[in-house]
T-cell receptor, first 117, second 114 residues
Framework: GAVVSQHPSRVICKSGTSVKIECRSL??????MFWYRQFPKQSLMLMAT?????????EQGVEKDKFLINHASLTLSTLTVTSAHPEDSSFYIC?????????????FGEGSRLTVL | AQSVTQLGSHVSVSEGALVLLRCNYS??????LFWYVQYPNQGLQLLLK??????LVKGINGFEAEFKKSETSFHLTKPSAHMSDAAEYFC????????????FGKGTRLSVIA
């Protein structure tokens, strides 16, 4: 099946620094990728929709200047958490849609756990 | 707009007993429905999906779900629980247009008692 790889799986950083998380579709091209955030023992909340070659679309309440999304190629989207603070600590998961997404199925990365000290 | 309601944030069953995790959806368009499983500190693994074909869907690890339009439900079942089934389960919905995000329920944590 389709594979989505996310890196790093875990990252610990100091408050005020920036962290980049990569999401790669390994065996298919993805014009659209989605970024989700999951707080402990909670569900996944959509943060933004990443479109190759264009600006990301952010959900209401998500700061676009804090969570920078770049979708530079059909196989890579990156999420940069800028000037991270402890409240940004969370589990971030990306997902991608193969081709035109006719089945509606998303393939998920393994997730990246961010801890901000 | 679409939404999913998972009844019961925590379900506990004995090993070998029936597993039933409930999911009701709301959708203004024909829904595509999914069940995912998440183990601690891991991503999501697809268990099964309904995409307007057969209403009874069989997935991995012995799980199955039945789409019932009249009840707007997509409950997940497994005849006999195994210890390895203990995890968090998410029901999700999207529309058939493609390239649209999934909307997730709040999740149900399944515990299996020996």
């Amino acid at each position: 099946g389709a594979v989505v790889s996310q890196h790093p799986s875990r990252v610990i950083c100091k408050s005020g620094t920036s962290v980049k998380i990569e999401c790669r579709s390994l065996d298919f091209q993805a014009t659209t990728m989605f970024w989700y955030r999951q707080f402990p023992k909670q569900s996944l909340m959509l943060m933004a929709t990443s479109n190759e070659g264009s600006k990301a679309t952010y959900e209401q309440g998500v700061e676009k200047d804090k969570f920078l999304i770049n979708h530079a190629s059909l196989t890579l989207s990156t999420l940069t958490v800028t000037s991270a603070h402890p409240e940004d600590s969370s589990f971030y998961i990306c997902s991608a849609v193969p081709g035109q997404g006719a089945t509606g199925e998303l393939f998920f990365g393994e997730g990246s756990r961010l801890t901000v000290l | 707009a679409q939404s999913v309601t998972q009844l019961g944030s925590h379900v506990s069953v004995s090993e070998g007993a029936l597993v039933l995790l409930r999911c009701n959806y709301s959708s203004s368009v024909p829904p595509y429905l999914f069940w995912y499983v998440q183990y601690p500190n891991q991503g999501l693994q697809l268990l099964l999906k309904y995409t307007s074909a057969a209403t009874l869907v069989k997935g991995i690890n012995g799980f199955e779900a039945e789409f019932k339009k009249s009840e707007t439900s997509f409950h997940l079942t497994k005849p006999s629980a195994h210890m390895s089934d203990a995890a968090e389960y998410f029901c999700a919905v999207t529309g058939p247009s493609g390239n649209t995000p999934l909307v997730f329920g709040k999740g149900t944590r399944l515990s299996v008692i020996a």
